[in-house]
């Protein structure tokens, strides 16, 4: 055997676990790092991805939350020779090098939680083979807890179905029995956290539902991002992806950016009511009181400019979400 034929059979394999806008995301099997490749849409930074993520746990490490923020973030530069020549062997042959984030891999959930989710939502004629599909490994649930599910809304196929990046809508939610209280508050400390302390608007972010750590007991001790449930197990909430952030300003202007950003994303946050919509009043009551109580404590008291800021945020989602300003400001007008 020759000694490239050794190197090749040696060579740890990366497989594709994610692909989003921004690019493909990659792994080793049973890796902790995910790799996410520049390969994707054009107008979407990993540089900024990288800048804000650092942004983000800087911030985490001054505030305990509940959710999880991948660590370890690293940018590999196209032109990284050392790293690169590690590592294009590990991706498919006709890979290229580009500009990749290296930063923890979030676990997908185990596998009787994936087959409890293809069990009850998968439609009957596809669940063998989603059950038997390799990608399907990959399952991270997106909790959506600002839009509840219509059923005959499907626009994929009838048997369309996939577990990477499953939407769970509030209703599903609901009729699972999901701690939905909870999560609307640790959605709404990790929100708090990013306006006044990392000062980014937090737009296009996503939070989802995965596996948990492996922690030490020291870190177990302390640890409480990790909920327990009959349907989805242990697992963890874990927000990602912040290439579309940008800084804000603690002003009017700075608020009418993060608000639009809010009602522009996917619709994992509670969104405001008439107040009569029980029991989503409930939930956007929850959250509201939750951010504007962990603002509080994060706004320094001796800028008394900045005291109403979180106020003013709310109101102003509140204000576009009456006037169905969701989702119809472009994208492009909110990363330029």
Known sequence: MTSDSQQDSTTIRFRRIGQGFCGSVWAA?????????????????????????????????????????????KFVKNDDRCWWNTNLS?????????????SERIPPLP????????????????????????????????????????????????????LRNYPLHLNQAEDLGLPILEYARAMADTLAMMHWMARIDANDVEFVLGGVRTKSDSELASDHSEYIHDFLG??????????CCRPMTMDDAGIDQAARAFLR?????????????????????????????????????SCLAYL?????????????????????????????
């Open 29 to 73: 099997e049973e890796g902790t790092m995910a790799m996410k490749r520049e390969d994707g849409g054009p107008g979407r930074s990993l540089l900024n991805d990288y800048k804000m993520h650092e942004l983000v746990l800087d911030a985490v490490s001054e505030k305990k939350l509940s959710v999880c923020v991948p660590r370890w973030p």
């Open 90 to 102: 590990s991706f498919p042959a006709d890979y290229t090098t580009c500009n990749v984030l290296c």
């Open 111 to 162: 596998q009787e939680v994936r087959h409890r989710l293809i069990d009850r939502y998968c439609p009957p004629a596809s669940v063998s083979t989603i059950k038997a599909n390799d990608a399907d490994r990959d399952c991270l649930v997106r909790p959506y807890l600002g839009r509840r599910k219509i059923q005959n809304e499907a626009r994929r196929g009838r048997n369309f179905f996939s």
């Open 234 to 243: 242990t697992h963890s909430m874990w927000v990602l992806d912040f290439d």
């Open 265 to 301: 994303n996917d619709p994992f946050f509670p969104r405001p009511t008439t107040g009569t919509e029980f029991p989503d009043s409930t939930l956007w009551t929850e959250f509201r009181n939750r951010y504007l109580e962990s603002s509080k404590n994060i706004v320094p008291g």
């Open 308 to 336: 109403n800021l979180p106020g003013k945020f709310i109101q102003r989602v509140v204000e576009m979400h009456e006037h169905g300003t969701d989702r119809k400001t472009s994208a492009d007008a909110l990363i330029s």
